[in-house]
T-cell receptor, first 114, second 109 residues
């Protein structure tokens, strides 16, 4: 079975530009979460979506937004990119949105802002 | 504020030299504690989920244990292929995981 798939795997953007990252969850999983991981740190929570509704939002500015589609895939959008947005963006999926559900990660999208 | 602290930050072991990694946490209500392995440039790979104090899980050379304040990841007779960063995370509200900064393990042949 396919795991969590993310695209693109690597991208380079200029400050001020916009980026869209995409994620397809494991088949049958209805919850998708997004995390940002900078070098040397653990992943930091950005958003969680379950059944197309936002269930949680981390401490990130409004430049970050996301959505989940009827097929449970998801997009993460970041506007007005800053150098500090350079990071590995991880998507994770889980069966449901209940507490204690294990989340499974994709390989991530490496974003470099220059 | 919820916190997860992992120690040591880095660990170098000789092949076959057993050791333990620590994850201490402070959360309002633990819904689950999770261990992941992360290889350089890759996404975290799920290892274990623990839900209650006293619970233990094993997989090959790895064994995870949980108390009310901390979790340990025991590595028995490690091999070079066990070299990776090991991440610990807690789920207390059901909508986000809090991660530690990880322990970077290097196993020398």
């Amino acid at each position: 079975d396919a795991g969590v798939t993310q695209s693109p795997t690597h991208l380079i953007k200029t400050r001020g530009q916009h980026v869209t990252l995409r994620c397809s969850p494991i088949s049958g999983h209805k919850s998708v979460s997004w995390y940002q991981q900078v070098l040397g740190q653990g992943p930091q929570f950005i958003f969680q979506y379950y059944e197309k509704e936002e269930r949680g939002r981390g401490n990130f500015p409004d430049r970050f937004s996301a959505r989940q589609f009827p097929n449970y895939s998801s997009e993460l959008n970041v506007n007005a990119l800053l150098l500090g947005d350079s990071a590995l963006y991880l998507c994770a999926s889980s069966l449901g949105g209940a507490p204690g559900n294990t989340i499974y990660f994709g390989e991530g999208s490496w974003l470099t802002v220059v | 504020e919820d916190q997860v602290t992992q120690s040591p930050e880095a660990l170098r072991l000789q092949e076959g030299e057993s050791s333990s990694l620590n994850c201490s946490y402070t959360v309002s209500g633990l819904r689950g504690l999770f261990w992941y392995r992360q290889d350089p440039g890759k996404g975290p790979e799920f290892l274990f989920t623990l839900y209650s104090a006293g619970e233990e899980k094993e997989k090959e050379r790895l064994k995870a244990t949980l108390t009310k304040k901390e979790s340990f990841l025991h590595i028995t007779a490690p091999k070079p292929e066990d070299s990776a960063t090991y991440l610990c995370a807690v789920d207390d509200r059901g909508n986000q995981f809090y991660f530690g900064t990880g322990t970077s393990l290097t196993v020398i042949p």
